[in-house]
């Protein structure tokens, strides 16, 4: 299965991809709570977990939506948001842009990347304008493909969330990406449910999107469980998004959905060990492996023989240690002669073997 992607991508020089180490963002959302020293706790705790970016987003209500209370604005069942408005909600969610700036350069300043998701035209311009060094589509935004075309022609990095998107939906948006100048495109698979459930995760799509666009791939996760980037990992994922918050205590729009610090260095930890254990295709022994193959079995003479004494199964055996000739010969030795006297315990090798 080729998983190569067909453009290399890579955010402020750092490769992504097959062969690279995965990427980990922490998506901060709304876990700041309209504070900003509890932003820039976050972003510092974040580089603690061992994220390797920090993900804002970059909107305000008005750009977003219509203060109305009328019914296509409420938020109806099935969400954690239910019963509140869509103004309201990005109201109380929305990270001020004065901020975004003072963050980025606090990231920078740990060694963390720092980006952001622009939800129009006029938050694509504000970014540009902090020099960030790549975008993210969120997957409600998908569909949106003049905001996808517009994110395309500044020529970042552009990592693409799928959640609710059919496979014709996913193929129009990275056709328009591609179409408007757009290079470096990765895929994130998600499931848009707040949290979402391992088994509604569907991971195996995750290296289909690899292969059926030449991209790379990844996983925006909303479950409560590190198993599942895990497990994305294993099959193939560059990419980890997880939400992010100092404590699901503090009330918040995201809170029900995000790791605290400990879970998140867990799943990094958890993902890293995946890595190393991922490897390559190896038959070999491993240099570690050497010490064991002693325990291995092999021949050894099991009684006292005589010179000219026919070996048999009586008085040679596959036994351990390894140190004898290879299991595999004993047909060959079977019925041949002692060359010599034997002790009982004797590894058996061809010298003890009459030609």
């Not at 995965?22 to 706790?41: F, G, K, L, P, T």
């Not at 492996?289 to 008085?315: K, Q």
Request: with cysteine.
């Amino acid at each position: 299965m080729n998983t190569t992607p067909s453009h290399p991508f890579a955010i402020a020089g750092r490769p992504i991809g097959p062969g690279h180490p995965v990427y980990v963002i922490a998506e901060m959302s709304a876990n700041h709570n309209q504070d900003y020293e509890q932003a820039a706790a976050i972003v510092r705790a974040a580089k603690d977990a061992g994220a390797d970016a920090i993900k804002l987003q970059t909107y305000t209500p008005d750009t977003m939506t219509l203060d109305l209370r009328t019914p296509v604005f409420q938020i109806g069942q099935g969400t954690i948001w239910e019963g509140k408005n869509l103004y309201e909600l990005y109201g109380e969610a929305c990270t001020p842009w004065d901020w975004q700036p003072r963050l980025k350069r606090l990231a920078e300043s740990l060694g963390l990347h720092c980006f952001s998701t622009p939800f129009d035209a006029s938050s694509v311009d504000f970014l540009e304008a902090m020099d960030v060094p790549a975008h993210k589509i969120a997957s409600f935004e998908l569909v949106d493909l003049p905001l996808v075309r517009r994110v395309a022609r500044t020529g970042k990095p552009v990592i693409m969330s799928t959640g609710m998107g059919s496979l014709d939906e996913v193929v129009e948006a990275v056709n328009a990406f591609r179409e408007a100048g757009g290079k470096q495109l990765a895929l994130l698979k998600c499931t848009s449910a707040y949290p979402s459930k391992p088994e509604d995760m569907n991971l195996r799509t995750i290296p289909d999107l690899a292969t059926r666009f030449g991209l790379c791939a990844g996983l925006s996760d909303h479950t409560l469980d590190i198993t599942v980037p895990v497990a994305a990992v294993a099959l193939g994922a560059c990419i980890i998004e997880k939400h992010f918050t100092l404590s699901r205590a503090t009330p918040g729009p995201d809170s029900a959905f995000s790791l605290e610090p400990a879970e998140f260095r867990a799943m990094v930890d958890a993902v890293r060990t995946t890595e190393r254990a991922l490897g390559r295709v190896a038959y070999a022994m491993s240099p570690k492996e050497e010490a064991s193959r002693i325990f291995r079995r092999s021949l050894f003479v099991v009684r006292d023989l005589r010179p000219g004494e026919v070996f048999s199964e009586d008085n040679v055996r596959c036994i351990r240690p390894g140190c004898g000739l290879l299991p595999r010969h004993l047909p060959e030795v079977l019925g041949r002669k002692a060359s010599r006297e034997i002790a009982r315990g004797t590894p058996l090798d061809w010298n003890l073997v009459a030609s």
